[in-house]
Each structure stands twice: as structure tokens, then as C-alpha cells.
């Protein structure tokens, strides 16, 4: 049989590709073989800790990447059943590489990998991944994978379970004890928040009512897609809310790193909101514990709501803009020593927690802060809802730079300010309402990603309407 092309379904940032025409045991031995090669003994390490999610196929694959990697001398250590920020609290409190086995939303026929270096730092192409790519294709071309190196000795592979280590680490970074009791409705999607939020949000000591939603870990996701992104994902958790009286929704995907937040009345809070609500907590922290205000950072992307900034500002804080995508805010985040950093797309990342991304750590931010005043979620984000956002929006286009220029072109007429560190970023001159442009070529389509936020809902919708008129000319 052909080995696949492994370029054909590893991406910028992990693996994820179709099980098993792509992803299959032979290809997950390879690539834990390359792995320990390119990643973990060169980087000085001789253990390595490996997790996986509740698809089907995420146990046997896992174990062969095991094999694969144990092959060359490296111990590994399976924790089983885990999220991925639940790998990252393994791979940075043992300060070990890790490989993550989770394609995290993706639909049930698909599995994959993330792969991180000791203390969770991430793999992406352009760090190691590329690399482990053309070792691993090269051993399967050669039929090698399954290859003990001669001379060397086999590494041992056991068995850990980290879940209340990694539980009780949440804990010690966000005491939810002394809150006033809150009820709160979690979707976990049949992904790995069934998994974790028992451990952490269902204490007996804590003031916390948790109805659950779709906690039985299923990885055919019988009841929708384990990816809140899409609104229609988010239907059966805000009916839930407004049927149990609940004080908020939270939703998680599939391998539990991101967290979407419902309010009180249903109504889906932003992620922009919730990194500004998160970075004012931060900040504060640090400003109690002697940090001069000036001396903090927190990281955002280009498409974070222009709240964000003005929040961390107002703070006496230091903002860091940087480009989409969680190799960029991670690397931004370790140059600036940044407290926090948040995404639009809702990844959310700790200093305390490695740089790495914890939508669970997010969610007791968001408890923590609610449950410390007496009114609703809705009146305390709202000073974090400052702007009108049009979401994502996708346009199918055939010459992206053509388009793209046609853009630039209409915002130069208006005296945008213009800015080109991600794709094409434009905003309005100081006469008029405020309104913001992004316009982003996806990685792999010929798509433009647009989004548009303002002072009001009708200039909002006007420059929506205009630039999308420019791109889809």
C-alpha cells in the first residue's frame, strides 16, 4: 500500500487528517518516531507525555505514536483521557514534550495531533513540525517505521492519570470557594469537557449548581458538532439557560481548550468581551501584588474588538498586538512576559499556564468574577461590549490580492488609517463613527475572511455592505 502524503493533512499547527485513509497506526508510529529524533532528544529530553480525546480511533493511534517514539530510546507516559490544555498542565508541570492525539471540532471521521516541546511550547511548521513531516514521510516511504534503531535501548512506556493534579493546579490560580452560588449550564458537546468539568467545576466545597449538557464523551458527536463557533451549535445551551434559570452557559469543543460564554438571557458574549473581562482580572492581580501597571502586558490579535485595548489601557497596562493564530500570540506573549493574551476565536492563554491556551482557566475567570457581585453576567460585561462586530465572514474569491487591493483602494478614499501586519486592517480617521476593517486570505482556500466592527449597528452594517461589494466585485 502507498504511504500518504503526510503534507496533504498536516497543517500550520498540528496534525488532522481523515482516519485511516490518512491517519492511521503505521503513520501515527512514524510520525512518533520522527518526533523523538527531530523534537525530543535533541531538545535534551528523555521522557515525553502523551494524551488523547474520546473519538474512536484516539487510543490505538496514540499507542503506536508511543511505540514509535519509545523505539528510540524515549519513556513515555500515558495519561489517557485528557483535554488538551489538560497535555499542555502535563507537559509544562513535568516539563516534558507531549503529543496531544484530538482533530478537536472536527467531524467524527477525522483524528489528529498536537505536538508541543517541554513546558508546552508549541510545534507548528515553522518550529519542528515541517521537520517531523519529512522524517516520518521518508520512514513510511521506506517502509522503516516499525525499525528498532540499532544499539539502542527501548524506552519504557506507563500509565499516569493527572486529572486532579491538573484540577487542583486550576484551582490554586482562581479560587471559585468564596463566590455567591451560581448556576451555571455546561455543553460539553460529548467532547473532553464530560471529562474535566466533573473534576473541576463539580466539587462539593464549591458554590457552584452545574447542569450538564451532552457530558457523555462520544466521539461521533450524535448531538451537534463540538465546535461553539457556529451559532446553531450554541441553540440546545441557550434554551437550557433560559429553561434552568441558570446564571450563565459555558460551551466547550471537542478537546475542551476553547470556551464559549451564554449570559443570562441566552445571548452569546464575545470573545473579545470575555479577553478584556479576563485581562482587567490579570492585570489587577498583578497592580495587588506590587507590579508596576506599566511593567504588564497582555496580548491580543487583529481582530480582537478595539475594546480590548482600550480595557488594558485603562488599566495603566501595556497592549500587544500580533497576528492571528496561537504561534504568534505564544511567541509574543514569552517576548513581552505578557500576563495573558486572548484570541477572538476564543483560545485564551495564561503566563501561569505555560503560555498555553486554557479555555477551562477562562471559565472560572469568568465564574470567579461573576460570582464576586450581585448582578447579572449581561451588566458585567457590558462595559467590554463597547462596539458592534459583523463575526466572520467568508468570501469565496478568485484573485485574493485583486480583491483585496479593491479594498485598500475604497478605505484610502475615506482616509482609513491602513495596516498591513495580518492581511489588510483598516480603520476611520477621527471625524465620524467609529468602524474597523479586517480582511484576511485564508491559509488554505482561496477565502477572504472578513470582519467588521463599529460604533453602531448602521455603520457597522454600511461598511459591511461596501467592502463586501469590493471583495465580491
Given amino acids: 500500500m502507498t504511504a500518504p502524503r503526510l503534507q496533504d493533512f498536516i497543517k500550520a499547527y498540528d496534525v488532522r487528517g ?16 520522527a518526533f523523538a529524533q527531530v523534537v525530543v532528544i535533541p531538545g535534551g529530553a528523555t521522557d515525553l507525555v502523551i494524551g488523547h480525546d474520546m473519538r474512536p480511533s484516539s487510543p490505538e493511534l496514540s499507542r503506536a505514536f508511543a511505540a514509535g517514539a519509545a523505539a528510540h530510546g524515549v519513556d513515555v507516559t500515558m495519561i489517557g483521557l485528557c483535554s488538551t490544555d489538560g497535555l499542555y498542565y502535563a507537559s509544562g508541570a513535568r516539563g516534558v514534550p507531549g503529543a496531544m492525539f484530538t482533530a478537536s471540532h472536527n467531524p467524527a471521521g477525522y483524528n489528529g495531533i498536537k505536538l508541543c516541546r517541554s513546558g508546552a511550547r508549541p510545534v507548528g511548521l515553522d518550529s519542528g513540525l515541517a521537520e517531523v513531516r519529512d522524517l516520518a514521510q521518508w520512514l513510511l516511504d521506506r517502509g522503516a517505521h516499525h525499525d528498532l534503531p540499532s544499539g539502542s535501548r527501548t524506552g519504557s512506556i506507563a500509565e499516569a492519570d493527572l486529572l486532579v493534579d491538573y484540577a487542583d493546579f486550576l484551582h490554586s490560580l482562581v479560587d471559585l470557594s468564596r463566590g455567591r452560588p451560581l448556576t451555571v449550564v455546561v455543553d460539553a458537546g460529548n467532547g473532553m469537557a464530560g471529562h474535566t468539568v466533573p473534576a473541576v467545576l463539580q466539587r462539593t466545597a464549591l458554590p457552584l449548581e452545574v447542569v450538564p449538557l451532552y457530558f457523555e464523551l462520544d466521539g461521533t458527536f450524535p448531538n451537534h458538532e463540538a465546535n461553539p463557533l457556529e451559532p446553531e451549535n450554541l441553540r440546545d445551551l441557550q434554551a437550557a439557560v433560559l429553561a434552568h434559570d441558570a446564571d450563565l452557559g459555558l460551551a466547550f469543543d471537542g478537546d475542551a481548550d476553547r470556551c464559549f460564554v451564554v449570559d443570562e438571557r441566552g445571548t452569546p458574549v464575545t470573545p473579545s468581551a470575555i479577553t478584556a473581562l479576563v485581562a482587567a482580572r490579570e492585570i489587577a492581580r498583578e497592580v495587588a501584588a506590587g507590579v508596576d501597571p506599566g511593567d504588564v502586558a497582555v496580548v491580543h490579535n487583529v481582530i480582537c474588538s478595539r475594546a480590548v485595548p482600550e480595557t488594558i489601557l485603562e488599566a495603566g497596562a501595556r497592549p ?82 485583486a480583491a483585496t487591493a479593491r479594498v485598500r483602494a475604497w478605505g484610502d478614499e475615506r482616509g482609513a488609517t491602513v495596516d498591513l501586519l495580518d492581511g489588510l486592517s483598516m480603520s476611520s480617521g477621527p471625524d465620524g463613527a467609529y468602524w474597523a476593517v479586517s480582511l484576511r486570505p485564508s491559509n488554505t482556500e482561496p477565502l477572504l475572511r472578513l470582519n467588521v466592527e463599529a460604533s453602531d449597528e448602521a455603520t457597522m452594517s454600511k461598511v459591511r455592505d461596501e467592502v463586501l461589494r469590493m471583495v465580491r466585485a
Fill in 320 to 401: 500587544v498586538r500580533t497576528r492571528v493564530g496561537h504561534s504568534f500570540i505564544k511567541a509574543q506573549m514569552a517576548e513581552h512576559a505578557a500576563v495573558f493574551g486572548g484570541e477572538h476565536s476564543a483560545h485564551y492563554y495564561f503566563r501561569d499556564f505555560w503560555f498555553a491556551d486554557t479555555g477551562m482557566l477562562a471559565a472560572m475567570h469568568v465564574l470567579a468574577a461573576l460570582g464576586e457581585q450581585t448582578g447579572p453576567l449581561s451588566e458585567l460585561v457590558a462595559p467590554y461590549e463597547r462596539y458592534t462586530g459583523s463575526g466572520e465572514i467568508n468570501s469565496r474569491v478568485e484573485d485574493v490580492a
Fill in 18 to 33: 481523515l482516519v485511516p485513509q490518512q491517519l492511521n497506526a503505521a503513520v501515527a508510529s512514524a510520525l512518533g518516531s
